[in-house]
């Protein structure tokens, strides 16, 4: 089991960026998948990205692409997501997750895959 820890979250005018972190303590395997899913009130949990730990495979959910950026640092065990021209609907809590035993290797989008999970930090943008 691992340990999750997010930073970086706050109140933001549309169009402004953010970068999240994650910081990941615990035994790391290079089979393990990191992601980050959002939830806004009254809605489910949404996957926003995900990145695998050794080869640095990224996938991304089509409705932040060309906006929203993973990344991951190996030497400092943290996980990145760069934001940039945020937008009301993006407004949620973001969670960072760890798959530990992907299938087959894929980046899954099901928040039923990942078994570890931090508390989450707030994200809020207004217009």
């Known amino acids: 089991q691992i340990q999750l820890v997010e930073s970086g979250g706050g109140s933001v005018q549309t169009g402004d960026s953010l970068r999240l972190s994650c910081r990941v303590s615990?035994?790391?395997?290079?089979?393990?998948?990191l992601g980050w899913f959002r939830q806004a009130p009254g809605k489910e949990r949404e996957f926003v990205s995900a990145i695998k730990w050794s080869t640095g495979t990224t996938r991304v959910a089509d409705s932040v692409r060309g906006r929203f950026t993973i990344s991951r640092d190996n030497a400092e065990n943290t996980v990145y997501l760069q934001m940039t021209n945020l937008q009301p609907e993006d407004t949620a809590v973001y969670y960072c997750?760890?798959?530990?035993?992907?299938?087959?290797?894929?980046?899954?989008?099901?928040?039923?895959?990942?078994?570890?999970w931090g508390r989450g930090t707030q994200v809020t943008v207004s217009s």
């Open positions: 997750s760890a798959d530990d035993n992907p299938a087959r290797g894929v980046l899954s989008t099901s928040a039923s895959r990942y078994t570890d």
């Open positions: 615990g035994w790391i395997y290079t089979r393990h998948i």
